[in-house]
Each structure stands twice: as structure tokens, then as C-alpha cells.
């Protein structure tokens, strides 16, 4: 009887969730170890409304960037990321996505196998990056991500502003600017915005620019240009604000670690490139040195 009740309870709930965590609950209960998931038949005979669909197409566009997500975290930190901390760079809410996809991703016979996990919790405990690097599907664009880009020339772009307008990097040539890759809502970007907000009122004066480019329409997240509007005013952020173009992602590495910020000097060279969160006196530091 008890078990009867709690499954009828489940299916209730589950009438009255929202598509995503439908479809985390599903696969929750149906992802076997070695049976890979068929994203075709999810779509064509499970989930079946638009607004469940638009959640598999997202989730099915984000699979194959795990893997680059966790290498390039660990490439670039020396770091093993934590599933929260994944879970806050895929805007996975639902309690309990980041594990599923993990599991998902295992079962994939199109992902090496590249990491192990603690049973008990799910985190990972070890990171192969030799077998990511030596997968035809992963191999080449991981080494352009994370090679050091210390000393390296930085690649032009020309890419749409928040105004509607074009922001063309050329105007940038023989000046100090940093390079900013970030979305809304992402946990350690709404730390360093603040700081990078603080840091542009006490440098800008003194010819140093930032150009903020955002991933919220790349990664397909759901915030409006209203959205974005209120955060920068909220920030107090001047510096230049753009959207990340595929072009401009691909030429940095396939940027799938946010915030990524690259510093670059008056002869377009970059001097530093850090990942994920950096206190204030890193972010400085790396300011004046770019300015010498």
C-alpha cells in the first residue's frame, strides 16, 4: 500500500513540476550503467511539449561540453571540479541534473572514459586529460583550449554590443585591455564583476579597457537584453558590454569555463589568462602589469 501511495504521490509531483526537472526525474530513474541514452527517443516518445523539448535541446547541446568544461577546469586550476560547481557553470538547477549527466555521459560509448567518482557522493576523485587529448571527437580542440596563452598574440574579433551596435577590437590596438568571458547569474562571474566594475573606475582613466563578452546566447540560457540591462546597472559595470560570438568562443580556446579573462598589453599580447574566480589584488596586479 505504502509503495502504491508513493508512487502515486511521485507521479503527482512530478504533473506538477516544471520540463526540466520532468526530465531530470526520468532520467533518473531510467539511465542504466552501459545503455547509452538515445536523445531521439526521449523526443519523440516521452517528452513531447515544446517546453520539453527546449529543455532536452539544451541538455543535448551541453553533453558534449562536459568534458571540455571539467578538463579545461582542471587544466587551468589544477583543480577538480566539484558537481556544484559544474552545476552552477551549466545553470543545471535541479537537484541531483549534474549527477545524471555524469552517469549519462559514462554510459556514452563517444566519451572516454576520462574520470572516476567517489561512490558514495558522485564527486570526482581523478581526471585523465591523456585521454580526452587522445579522443578524435575531443583530441584537437582540447589542446588549442589549453594551451598556455601566456605570450601569445590576441586574436581579433568583431562582435555585436548590449546597445545594438558593433565593438571592432582594432579600436583596442596599442592599448592595455582585458578580455572578459562571462554570463548572468553564473556564481563566480557575479563576484568579479563587481570587482572588475571597481577596478575599470580607478583604470580606465589611465587608458586601461575592459570588454565584457557575454555567453547568455550561446549557451542558450533564458535571460532577456532587459535582464542583462538591469545587472549592468545594478554592477555599476562602464566598460564596454558584448555578446560572445561562436567565432570569437572558438578563438579563445572554445571557452567553456566561466569567467575566463585574458589580459592583454598595449602590443596585443597576452600577458595573463585566469579561470574561474580571482580576488581583487589578483585581478589588479595582472592590470598593472598589462599597463607597463
Not at 246 to 271: C, N, R, T, W
Amino acid at each position: 500500500m505504502h509503495s502504491v501511495l508513493s508512487i502515486a504521490l511521485l507521479s503527482l509531483l512530478l504533473q506538477q513540476a516544471g520540463p526540466e526537472t520532468k526530465i531530470v526525474e526520468y532520467l533518473k530513474t531510467n539511465v542504466q550503467p552501459g545503455k547509452a541514452v538515445v536523445v531521439s527517443d526521449l523526443y519523440n516518445n516521452v517528452f513531447k511539449t515544446p517546453e520539453e523539448r527546449k529543455v532536452l535541446d539544451r541538455l543535448f547541446n551541453t553533453f558534449f561540453k562536459i568534458p571540455m568544461m571539467i578538463v579545461q577546469y582542471n587544466a587551468a586550476t589544477k583543480k577538480i571540479p566539484t558537481l556544484q560547481e559544474l552545476s552552477e557553470q551549466l545553470q543545471f538547477n535541479v537537484p541531483g541534473e549534474m549527477d545524471v549527466m555524469l552517469r549519462i555521459m559514462d554510459s556514452d560509448p563517444r566519451v572516454p572514459k576520462f574520470l572516476t567518482r567517489d561512490a558514495k557522493t558522485g564527486e570526482i576523485t581523478s581526471v585523465d586529460i591523456e585521454a580526452i587529448k587522445n579522443n578524435p571527437r575531443f583530441g584537437k580542440v582540447l589542446e588549442r583550449s589549453i594551451a598556455g596563452w601566456e605570450g601569445k598574440e590576441a586574436t581579433p574579433f568583431v562582435v555585436p554590443t548590449f546597445d545594438g551596435k558593433t565593438f571592432d577590437s582594432a579600436s583596442l590596438t596599442g592599448k592595455p585591455y582585458l578580455i572578459y568571458f562571462w554570463f548572468l547569474n553564473c556564481p563566480p562571474c557575479m563576484k568579479t564583476s563587481p570587482l572588475l566594475a571597481e577596478l575599470d573606475a580607478k583604470y580606465a582613466p589611465r587608458g586601461f579597457h575592459i570588454v565584457a563578452a557575454n555567453a547568455d546566447k550561446f549557451l542558450e540560457l533564458p535571460y532577456t537584453d532587459a535582464d542583462r540591462a538591469a545587472y549592468v546597472a545594478k554592477t555599476g559595470i562602464k566598460f564596454t558590454t558584448t555578446h560572445m560570438s561562436p567565432e570569437m568562443q572558438q578563438a579563445y580556446g572554445g571557452i567553456s569555463v566561466f569567467p575566463s579573462l585574458f589580459f592583454v598589453d598595449k602590443g596585443g599580447q597576452i600577458l595573463k589568462h585566469f579561470v574561474n574566480f580571482q580576488d581583487k589584488a589578483a585581478l589588479e596586479a595582472a592590470i598593472q602589469e598589462t599597463m607597463k
